[in-house]
């Protein structure tokens, strides 16, 4: 695996913003912080979510999203973008989706997490950049970002290295994960092989059962 590093560590609390006639609350809004920060089982100190029925929670502990692919925003549809750009915690550099898998472990700074789902794209981000077709464009793209769960709390700086403790045998990528969701909504054996991994999410299981039998009783 390609070495990554934590380029930054954000938070920040729900807020308020305008959309067109209506407002929203919104935790998207994150912003660096200095010097390291305490991820607990459910979350950075000073972090926080205002849908908690979609975000947060021990399988979304950490959201962590790949500046790599901010030069491929920037020159797509959207502004110099900064840390944070994606409402994530953990700005990460050296790596992607393709790099990723469900299951993986890893050890950055005192703490030790997991990946246990891609992130699904929310419609806030829309809101945050006035563009209405971005969620669309991550889901077709596939640069998602991912979550963490957290084995073993501790304080995560910028700088750390995302050092893996080990790979899981299934290799099953966040990419490929976003594709069988989104891609190959009808193909049982590739949802099969993603439910199959059983570090996976509740949140991500669950939808899939529900289209895995939908499909077992089709045919």
């Given at each position: ?22 407002e929203v609350e919104t935790g998207l809004f994150k912003y660096p912080v200095d010097g ?184």
């Amino acid at each position: 695996m390609k070495e990554t590093t934590i380029a930054s560590v954000n938070v920040g609390l729900p807020k308020v913003v305008p959309h067109g006639r209506k407002e929203v609350e919104t935790g998207l809004f994150k912003y660096p912080v200095d010097g390291p920060v305490y991820l607990s089982r459910l979350g950075f100190e000073g972090d926080g979510q205002a849908d908690l029925k979609n975000h947060g929670g021990a399988d979304k502990a950490a959201c962590a999203y790949s500046a790599d692919r901010f030069p491929f925003w920037e020159k797509a549809l959207l502004p110099k973008l900064e840390p944070g750009a994606f409402g994530e915690n953990l700005s990460i550099e050296g790596g992607a989706e393709e790099d990723f898998c469900i299951g993986d472990t890893f050890e950055i700074g005192e703490a030790v997490v997991q990946l246990s789902q891609p992130r699904q794209p929310c419609f806030k981000l829309s809101v945050r950049y006035g563009v209405p077709e971005l969620p669309a464009m991550v889901q077709e793209t596939g640069y998602s970002g991912f979550y963490f769960r957290v084995l073993r709390e501790g304080k995560v700086s910028a700088g750390d290295r995302v050092k893996l403790l080990e790979r899981h045998p299934a290799g099953m990528t966040v990419m490929r994960a976003n594709e069988i969701k989104y891609r190959l909504k009808d193909d049982a054996d590739a949802i099969r092989s993603l439910l199959a991994v059983e570090e996976l999410a509740m949140a991500w299981r669950g939808s899939l059962e529900k289209r895995l039998a939908e499909l077992e009783d089709r045919y």
